[in-house]
């Protein structure tokens, strides 16, 4: 009889059973990893993957140390052009200096390694050099100096930027400096 669902003693009276299709394959329980009916991923790719896993966590590490060594490199240069800016309070206030000062920015740029030495008063007007291209120029950045300094990027080189402050707030020049990228 048609539309009557078959009965099977093992199972119980009211349990149903699918018509099998002769024809189709069977599929046994498949293996981690594998999907039903598929064959299984060979094991050289799951050590490829992991292998290739590893590398990336490595050079995600490196990365990232790369990045922790730049970012400390220009917090103790700022750091050590910040310091050089405090000891130049007295020669910047002494107007009659420019002998001094020019001597201070070849002796900085000697200690410090540095490729260019600026020295400048609250107006941005130079007062000494070590490019004497500047001498007696107006640099428009020099007239707001942070009192933190700054490091700024160039292509291939650190441009530092340091207030010179008297009394810890009041601007009086700045402190600018260049150096190679290492």
Same mark, same amino acid.
């Given at each position: 009889?048609?539309?009557?669902?078959?009965?099977?003693?093992?199972?119980?009276?009211?349990?149903?059973?699918?018509?099998?299709?002769?024809?189709?394959?069977?599929?046994?329980?498949?293996?981690?990893?594998?999907?039903?009916?598929?064959?299984?991923?060979?094991?050289?790719?799951?050590?490829?993957?992991?292998?290739?896993?590893?590398?990336?966590?490595?050079?995600?590490?490196?990365?990232?140390?790369?990045?922790? =060594? #730049? *970012?400390?490199?220009?917090?103790?240069?700022? +750091?050590? $052009?910040?310091?050089? &800016?405090?000891? /130049?309070?007295?020669?910047?206030?002494?107007?009659?200096?420019?002998?001094?000062?020019?001597?201070?920015?070849?002796?900085?740029?000697?200690?410090?390694?540095?490729?260019?030495?600026?020295?400048?008063?609250?107006?941005?007007?130079?007062?000494?050099?070590?490019?004497?291209?500047?001498?007696?120029?107006?640099?428009?950045?020099?007239?707001?100096?942070? =009192? #933190? *300094?700054?490091?700024?990027?160039?292509?291939? +080189?650190? $441009?530092?930027?340091? &207030?010179?402050? /008297?009394?810890?707030?009041?601007?009086?020049?700045?402190?600018?400096?260049?150096?190679?990228?290492?």
């Amino acid at each position: 009889m048609k539309g009557i669902a078959s009965t099977n003693v093992k199972d119980g009276p009211m349990s149903t059973e699918e018509p099998r299709n002769p024809s189709a394959p069977e599929t046994e329980p498949s293996e981690a990893g594998t999907l039903a009916g598929k064959k299984p991923i060979p094991s050289w790719i799951w050590w490829l993957a992991l292998g290739v896993a590893i590398l990336m966590s490595f050079v995600f590490q490196s990365w990232m140390a790369g990045r922790r =060594l #730049e *970012a400390t490199r220009r917090q103790e240069i700022a +750091r050590g $052009v910040q310091a050089t &800016a405090s000891t /130049l309070t007295f020669l910047v206030l002494d107007r009659n200096s420019q002998r001094k000062l020019r001597d201070a920015v070849d002796g900085i740029a000697r200690a410090g390694n540095y490729n260019v030495v600026t020295i400048a008063d609250a107006k941005g007007n130079v007062l000494a050099s070590t490019d004497r291209r500047l001498a007696t120029t107006k640099v428009p950045g020099l007239s707001s100096a942070p =009192l #933190e *300094a700054r490091v700024d990027t160039a292509p291939g +080189r650190y $441009v530092v930027t340091a &207030a010179i402050a /008297l009394g810890g707030t009041n601007s009086i020049g700045a402190l600018r400096v260049e150096l190679i990228r290492p």
